[in-house]
């Protein structure tokens, strides 16, 4: 296992870092104003962002979560081991990654078309991704059913001679109300008379301004909306041109996968980063406050928290390195297990290191004068989203269990035992 960074990587870490400190942390309160209020989704109140984004394109520190790059598209093409360490320190502000072209959704939904479109769809959705015109959404989870499983989408995607007519309905479709998102990448029932339920699925493109797309009302997460929104979309007779769907109907879930993969394995480098803001603040105020005559560090309970959270922000981290190391070498199928792992540890991670931090604040940890209760926030929703820990906890078990020789144990039991 290789435990550190390569020279390029950290060379462009160092280079993201400045970036961050010249011209994105000076906006931060800036960009807070305007999240907060019902201008979250305009255009000009977000013009500030394509400033800063053309700025880090010019310097090259652009699309580098992404390793499929071509000559002619923009960007450094970094495995996902090199990309790692740099994510970290642009996640630390939770909208920092949109300023390099490297924020989810997107991020999956470009991973996906590299990996299932075709040279004309590459060109006509995947390249203005990739140059930073436009954003996406991704459609999967619907309200009816239970959308942790997957096979339960019930969005039909019906052919209609050189058309394909999608109804449904879909919700917490991040993304979707941003003033650059352009169309979803949906995931619905092409093929339901298939009795393997994993060959029901298909992929489809589907612009947002065709007829019968209805985006209804945003949905607040814990209490808050968001830029970009999580709204429910409503799907009525949208028809779309058959070329629009991604490889062939029923192999929805195969394309699926490429996008979770990657996806997953961000999450896991973003909690990492965003732990490290929240225990760097629970230090500062730890060594700042006094409370029954001593410095907060010095009672033993929050020495002990500070203490827990660098155990285990590096164990996670060195997680995150094993897990891109092992998605580089293995490919996605390969890397199912690390990846899962990871999505566990890096959200709960998150979880426990920010709801300290939030403590050692009092009050002011529960206010909007800290980031620490959004990242707490952040930790407990993308522990939910793209699929659950406890969905992901019996696929570990599964692959554990598949690897395991109980011969090769018999040796430990003090009596002999009836294998
Ligand atoms: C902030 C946010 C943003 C999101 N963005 C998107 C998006 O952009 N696009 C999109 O398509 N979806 C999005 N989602 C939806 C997300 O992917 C789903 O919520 C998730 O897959 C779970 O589906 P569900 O909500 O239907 O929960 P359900 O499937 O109803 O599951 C509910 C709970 O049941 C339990 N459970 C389920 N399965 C098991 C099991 N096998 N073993 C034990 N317990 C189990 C878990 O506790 C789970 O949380 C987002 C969600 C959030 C919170």
């Known amino acids: 296992m290789q435990l550190s960074p390569s020279e390029k990587s950290l060379e462009i870490?160092?280079?993201?870092?400045?970036?961050?400190?010249?011209?994105?942390y000076p906006m931060n309160q800036h960009y807070h104003q305007i999240a907060n209020s019902d201008r979250r989704n305009d255009p000009q109140a977000l013009a500030f962002i394509d400033d800063l984004k053309a700025k880090a394109k010019a310097l090259g520190l652009w699309n580098l979560f992404f390793p499929h790059l071509r000559e002619d598209e923009p960007g450094v093409g970094l495995s996902n081991f090199d990309y790692a360490p740099i994510f970290e320190e642009m996640a630390k502000l939770p909208w920092a990654p949109e300023v390099f072209n490297c924020n989810a959704p997107v991020t999956g939904n470009m991973e996906l078309l590299a990996a299932a479109a075709n040279e004309q769809q590459r060109q006509k959705w995947l390249r203005p991704l990739l140059e930073g015109e436009w954003q996406s959404c991704f459609a999967a989870t619907e309200p009816q059913v239970a959308s942790s499983d997957a096979t339960n989408y019930q969005t039909s995607i019906v052919r209609d001679g050189e058309d394909y007519v999608i109804n449904g309905r879909k919700w917490f479709i991040s993304w979707s109300m941003?003033?650059?998102?352009?169309?979803?990448?949906?995931?619905?029932?092409?093929?339901?008379?298939?009795?393997?339920?994993?060959?029901?699925?298909?992929v489809i493109i589907i612009p947002l301004d065709t007829p019968g797309v209805h985006i209804l009302q945003d949905t607040p997460v814990m209490n808050a909306y968001h830029v970009g929104g999580?709204?429910?979309?409503?799907?009525?007779?949208?028809?779309?041109p058959a070329e629009n769907l991604l490889g062939e109907p029923g192999q929805g879930f195969a394309i699926m996968q490429s996008r979770m993969g990657?996806?997953?394995?961000?999450?896991?480098?973003?909690?990492?980063?965003?732990?490290?803001?929240?225990?760097?603040?629970?230090?500062?105020?730890?060594?700042d406050r006094t409370a029954f005559g001593k410095r907060l560090h010095e009672h033993g309970s929050v020495a002990n928290d500070i203490g827990r959270s660098r155990i285990e922000i590096?164990?996670?981290?060195?997680?995150?390195?094993?897990?891109?190391?092992?998605?580089?070498?293995?490919?996605?199928?390969?890397?199912?297990?690390?990846?899962?792992?990871?999505?566990?540890?890096?959200?709960?991670?998150?979880?426990?290191?920010?709801?300290?931090?939030?403590?050692?604040?009092?009050?002011?940890?529960?206010?909007?004068?800290?980031?620490?209760?959004?990242?707490?926030?952040?930790?407990?929703?993308l522990s939910i989203?793209?699929?659950?820990s406890e969905v992901h906890l019996p696929g570990i078990a599964k692959a554990e269990l598949r690897d395991h020789d109980p011969a090769a144990f018999e040796k430990f039991y003090n009596i002999p035992q009836r294998l």
């Open 13 to 24: 870490r160092d280079l993201v870092v400045d970036f961050m400190d010249q011209h994105v």
């Open 178 to 202: 941003h003033p650059r998102c352009r169309f979803m990448i949906l995931m619905g029932k092409t093929n339901p008379e298939n009795p393997n339920r994993h060959q029901q699925h298909g």
């Open 230 to 240: 999580h709204p429910e979309i409503l799907l009525d007779n949208v028809r779309v």
């Open 262 to 287: 990657p996806g997953r394995i961000h999450y896991g480098m973003r909690c990492v980063g965003m732990a490290e803001v929240a225990l760097g603040l629970m230090i500062s105020r730890a060594k």
């Open 314 to 381: 590096d164990q996670a981290r060195l997680l995150c390195m094993h897990t891109a190391q092992t998605l580089d070498e293995k490919g996605v199928k390969g890397a199912r297990k690390e990846i899962g792992m990871l999505k566990i540890v890096g959200t709960e991670l998150l979880q426990n290191v920010s709801e300290r931090a939030l403590r050692v604040h009092g009050a002011m940890g529960v206010s909007d004068q800290t980031p620490l209760a959004e990242l707490y926030g952040l930790g407990m929703h």
């Open 385 to 388: 989203a793209d699929g659950p």
